[in-house]
């Protein structure tokens, strides 16, 4: 047909259309929303399934979730006959600013707060844990400020101070009597905490410290809290003692009365807008000859004598530092966990919505299908849900092992935590993008959540350590595991480097689909690797120190395969996870589920990770019989899809209208009622 025919044609449809009905928004019956449950039935205790995944505390959860819902601080927004609850981003950063306070108000005086630093156990430990998750899932920013008084400048008191600390200041912080922050990170040294330059000296002849900011570079940056609200800081600087630099120390400083009046030799300023998180003002702060109390050192590690004696049991400053350093994991495992509520919000709006949204249709004037039918739509949001899956067992394992902590096991909840926050968070930052483009151009409407959690979690991915940075801590780690086994001549006995003192795993030359979904086949794969790749990078170190390199430097110069063996430690670790959170149920429908699951994660780590293939652990043809697999199970876990996204147990008014009924939502009827 040629163009002239082609265009008459189009012209003349559109010249005799059929006339409108009286009415030209009824809508068109092909149009109508159907809920996903009605066509999707569950073929497992979902209820059961929550219980797995929030693992404690679904009671302490449902009461906070039903205690948000009531307030009209929270945002009440009726959509599609539904009302939904988020935070407004079309205030200002001022206004956001300001309403966070107010939840964080309406929050303290219903109790929820209550025992957060002055309980102790496992049973308050966890509590604290399950109302921060379920704050985290309506706004990022009310978690983050949360975080900052109670994680940071809190677990600062709690873990660097003493009984004279605890008594003084941690029922204050409670009550908000005083609202604090904490002062690490600098304009010039951010992951390099042995770095920073604000110093502090000692005045012997007043018994007081004097804080000073020697350089632009030295201001302390990112400061959450200290924009507009800290009345106090944990101050991170280098003590200066008879003009001997001791290293790193915290100390607590005043920033602001109670009048909310900045101090005298304090300047503060605000770090502006940002891509996320304007609920939390930043701000950098810069300190001219700020006296305080000798009593405002925190002092468990070290203190300094009325006179100016410099005292500490640890007399090695490496050690010395680590010890300063250990007790901030618990704002790894805040991040890691919270990463992963956020993918499961995300992945439960995406897939709901793909269950209700159709386009295309592969027979003539056959019925469009649904995008969630698609094998290629299954492949882009599936493999991300079993991952989610696996993260979130991983998390629980992770929060498990920091609450029942002892000095024993600092290092490995600090290996753990490390690439755990490092992988949960690259993962939600990937799960974002994906549900958002999945979600067509309703993904991009902030009521609708997924797009606008880029912007807020993004900066998961570099606060609290650079994800890098953390990654190549745990190669470090594992390495010096390695190095102390080989001087020790005995066994692998930490960091889950057991399997090292088997025999080398030995993958079969080809790969049938029952041997791709059997758990000892897959985990073999996966120690296999972290087994290839520590020997390597053990190897490369070495040979890069007998050429004349320092150790550090080695390490630097070997990035690539630090990288790939702080991944594969992630992955084998994420996995065994899963392996036992499997081995603990009977045998049924919840069980096989799961195999599923964990099949999918340990295969679509197999398919993406390049390690497998460049190292030669599988052949091109396993490669090919894996992401062959990774499409079958799509297949398999599809009719699964949305009752593996409603055991989440996210109450409706904490997704997003296009999770529910789209088109009412969007109806003409829905502009005129706002």
């Known amino acids: ?396 394992y992770l929060k498990m092992i920091y609450v029942k902590r002892t000095p024993e096991s600092s290092k490995a909840i600090h290996v753990v935590s490390s690439a755990f926050k490092a992988l949960h968070t690259w993962h939600n930052m990937r799960t974002l993008q994906e549900c958002r483009e999945a979600c067509g151009g309703q993904g991009i409407k902030t009521e609708n959540r997924v797009g606008h959690f880029k912007g807020e979690f993004d900066v998961q991915s570099t606060f609290e350590g650079d994800n890098n940075v953390l990654m190549q801590q745990v190669s470090k780690a594992l390495l010096a595991e390695y190095i102390a086994t080989q001087k020790r001549g005995k066994p692998f006995k930490a960091l889950g480097l057991e399997h090292m003192n088997k025999p080398c795993p030995v993958i079969p030359s080809q790969l049938t689909s029952s041997t791709l979904q059997c758990s000892q086949f897959q985990m073999d794969a996966f120690c296999l690797r972290e087994r290839d790749l520590l020997n390597r990078f053990a190897m490369e170190v070495s040979q890069r120190q007998k050429q004349g390199e320092s150790k550090e430097y080695s390490i630097i110069l070997s990035y690539q395969l630090a990288g790939d063996l702080g991944r594969a430690f992630a992955d084998r670790s994420i996995l065994q996870t899963f392996i036992d959170a499997e081995a603990a149920l009977p045998a049924g429908s919840l069980k096989n589920v799961l195999a599923l699951l964990r099949s999918m994660y340990a295969l679509i780590c197999l398919e993406e990770d390049a390690a497998f293939l460049r190292y030669g652990y599988l052949s091109t043809d396993n490669v090919a019989a894996v992401r062959k697999e990774v499409s079958r199970l799509c297949g398999e876990l599809r009719p699964h899809a949305l009752a593996l996204v409603s055991s989440f147990g996210i109450p409706d008014a904490f997704l997003s209208p296009i999770a529910f009924n789209w088109i009412d939502s969007n109806s003409w009827s829905s502009v005129e009622q706002h």
């Open 1 to 396: 047909m040629d163009r002239v025919t082609w265009r008459t044609r189009v012209l003349s449809n559109h010249l005799n259309q059929p006339s409108w009905s009286s009415n030209p928004l009824s809508p068109n019956p092909c149009l109508g929303f159907s809920p996903p449950e009605l066509s999707e039935p569950f073929e497992f205790d979902t209820k059961e399934m929550r219980k797995l995944l929030d693992a404690h505390n679904l009671e302490d959860r449902d009461w906070l979730f039903g205690l948000m819902k009531q307030s009209k601080l929270l945002n009440p927004r009726e959509a599609g006959g539904r009302v939904f609850i988020a935070p407004d981003y079309n205030q200002s950063m001022e206004q956001q600013r300001q309403m966070t306070m107010k939840r964080i108000a309406y929050l303290l005086d219903r109790g929820v707060f209550k025992g957060w630093l002055t309980d102790k156990g496992v049973d308050a430990e966890l509590r604290k844990f399950a109302f921060f998750e379920v704050i985290g899932i309506f706004d990022h920013s009310l978690a983050v400020k949360l975080g900052v008084h109670f994680f940071l400048w809190g677990g600062a008191i709690q873990f660097f101070g003493t009984k004279r600390h605890h008594d003084k200041w941690l029922s204050d912080t409670e009550n908000y009597t005083i609202k604090g922050c904490f002062a690490m990170s600098e304009l010039g040294h951010g992951s390099n905490v042995r770095g920073i330059e604000t110093v502090t000296t000692y005045d012997s002849s007043t018994g007081e410290f004097v804080i000073n900011t020697p350089c632009e570079s030295a201001q302390k940056y990112w400061i959450g809290g200290a924009a507009n609200h800290a009345t106090h800081t944990i101050v991170f600087s280098q003590l200066s003692i008879s003009g001997n630099n001791q290293g790193v120390h915290a100390l607590i400083a005043q920033i602001r009365d109670e009048n909310g009046n900045v101090c005298p030799g304090v300047r503060i300023a605000d770090c502006g807008h940002k891509i996320g998180l304007n609920g939390v003002d930043n701000g950098r702060i810069w300190f001219d000859n700020v006296r305080i109390p000798r009593e405002n050192l925190l002092n468990s590690v070290a203190d300094v004598s009325p006179d100016g004696k410099y005292l500490s049991a640890i007399n090695d400053p490496d050690q010395r530092f680590a010890a300063f350093m250990a007790p901030l994991t618990s704002g790894r495992v805040t991040i890691a966990v919270s990463s992963i509520y956020s993918s499961q919000i995300s992945l439960a709006i995406a897939i709901r919505y793909s269950l209700t949204r159709r386009a295309f249709s592969v027979t003539p004037n056959g019925p469009e299908v649904l995008l969630l039918d698609y094998p290629s739509h299954q492949q882009r949001l599936l493999p991300l849900l079993a991952k989610t899956y696996a993260m979130t067992f991983a998390s629980n």
